[in-house]
């Protein structure tokens, strides 16, 4: 039944969320998958007994499409044909928001695992810095399934959202500490540390 709050398109929106949410999410990864994998493909006619280590990328691309799993799930199981308008736009920003930065992180994925996986069959000593860079690329998907499960949880005018919006703040100020704290400690350690000689 349509109202001021919920006209009869309102659900359209929260449905396109969860679409969002899965169908960019499972491009990221169907991405980094696939140009990961001809990296490693072209790898192993050299070196065959690095297929199963260079097979992280591959790992990694697919940790992507759960992220936009979870929240297309979530998302599904809140709609309702009486959803407000104002909810409907909030999942429709999670979905958003979780599927275009898993298509980020998953493009980002692809391109430094076929690089990565290539160079280290010629220096053994690059896999842990592409390790990292991995890493790096795969945070910005959960960037963006933090920030979705955030908005979804959101309750209009209620105080229960303002104490929720106070501890995310409480906790978005921590993290950045830490990452400055990290960053600091990062650029103090000689690269020879991370690639195993610490002499």
Known sequence: MSSAESPEYSSFFAVMGASAAMVFSALGA????????????????????????????????G???IYGLVVAVLIANNISESVTLYKSFLHLGAGLSVGLSGLAAGFAIGIVGDAGVRGTA???????????ILIFAEVLGLYGLIVALILRSWESGSSVSQARLSGFNHRTR????????????????PPRFWLGNRS
């Open 122 to 132: 010629q220096q053994p000593r690059l896999f842990v810095g592409m390790i990292l």
């Open 174 to 189: 921590r993290c950045a500490a830490f990452t400055s704290f990290a960053s600091v400690v990062s650029a103090k350690i």
């Open 30 to 61: 169907a991405y980094g998958t696939a140009k990961s994998g001809t990296g490693i493909a072209a790898m192993s006619v050299m070196r065959p007994e690095l297929i199963m280590k260079s097979i992280i990328p591959v790992v990694m691309a």
């Open 63 to 65: 940790i992507i499409a």
